[in-house]
């Protein structure tokens, strides 16, 4: 069970260079070979590269609470799923800064008995001249019994 | 792949994409490369000691991993920079040696502001017929007019 009452809470922010070269590196991973991502000037971060920046240390940003600081287990928790808004470009040499915040908790009933408790990060990705370019939103599911 | 980059009048409600190329033998390789370029190394994804003492039968590809693929079928298909949303959820695991197949429906055309979007549902499957990822597109696609 997880305290309801964590909708709201600040995770902390992060920073992001979307660099040509992680762009690149990227692309070659989810196997695209669209050769937007490859060019000298301007090349575009595909749709889910913003993941590269997830497990980054925050630089600025931080301050915020971890998944551990809310009671959930992590031993228990499941990325189950993720939605994006694409609001602007995203391109090679934009700076980005990120800002997270707990924007529901929902529970449902396993179908193999047990609650799952689904927990939604909400993400706002804002570019070097304040535009907000991407919402991102993480959902997580922690499973009553230890993932087995 | 051939990127086709369709157009309004093209599509239909109800059209539904089923001759996406699959990708054929999916490998560790696969989940490595993409743990080097997202910075997620969680060890499930390429240490097959970790996977089998918590009772899966190997590494398995990150749910990342499936959505990254998927997402540069849609690119393809409707354009880089012509995706409003983009959505996923994780259903299975992909192991090493499978085959993943992409499809797509389109459930709605129509016209937002001055946009012309359409709503399609995706998935996708491993050669057992297990689903791995189900997902939702929105799209603004360019007019012929």
């Known amino acids: ?148 | 792949m051939d990127r086709i980059n369709v157009h309004f009048e093209d599509v239909q409600e109800g059209d539904e994409i089923s001759d996406w190329a699959p990708i054929e033998n999916i490998s560790r390789s696969h989940f490595v490369r993409y743990a080097g370029a997202s910075g997620d190394f969680n060890p499930m994804h390429h240490d097959d000691t970790v996977a089998q003492n918590v009772g899966y039968p190997s590494v398995f590809g990150h749910g990342m991993f499936s959505a990254g693929v998927l997402s540069h079928y849609v690119t393809d298909w409707v354009g880089v920079g012509n995706v409003r949303k983009y959505g996923v959820s994780f259903r299975g695991q992909l192991y090493p040696g499978a085959t993943l197949t992409f499809t797509a429906k389109v459930d709605k055309k129509y016209k937002e502001g001055d946009e012309n979007r359409i709503d399609a549902t995706l998935q996708g499957v491993d050669d057992k017929g297990t689903v791995i990822i189900n997902g939702t597109l929105t799209a603004a696609l360019p007019s012929r007019g």
Do not use: C
């Not at chain 1, 069970?1 to 709201?8: F, R």
């Not at chain 1, 600025?60 to 600081?69: C, E, F, I, V």
């Not at chain 1, 499941?78 to 800064?97: F, M, N, P, R, W």
């Open chain 1, 1 to 148: 069970m997880v305290d309801k009452s964590i909708v709201g809470t600040e995770m902390g922010g992060g920073g992001m260079v979307v660099e040509r070269g992680k762009i690149m590196e990227f692309a070659r991973a989810i196997l695209d070979e669209n050769p937007v991502y490859f060019q000298e000037n301007d090349a575009p971060a595909p749709l889910t590269f913003t993941m590269a920046g997830a497990h980054w240390p925050t630089s600025g940003g931080g301050g915020g609470a971890k998944l551990a600081d809310l009671g959930l287990d992590l031993l228990r928790v499941l990325h189950a799923g993720q939605e994006y808004e694409y609001l602007g470009e995203i391109k090679a040499g934009d700076s980005l800064t990120s800002r997270s915040v707990i924007s529901d908790v929902s529970e449902k009933e396993g179908k193999r008995g047990g609650t799952m408790t689904f927990i939604t990060s909400e993400t706002t990705f804002t570019n070097q001249r304040g535009e907000d370019v991407l919402k991102s939103r993480t959902i997580l599911v922690q499973t009553s019994k230890a993932a087995s």
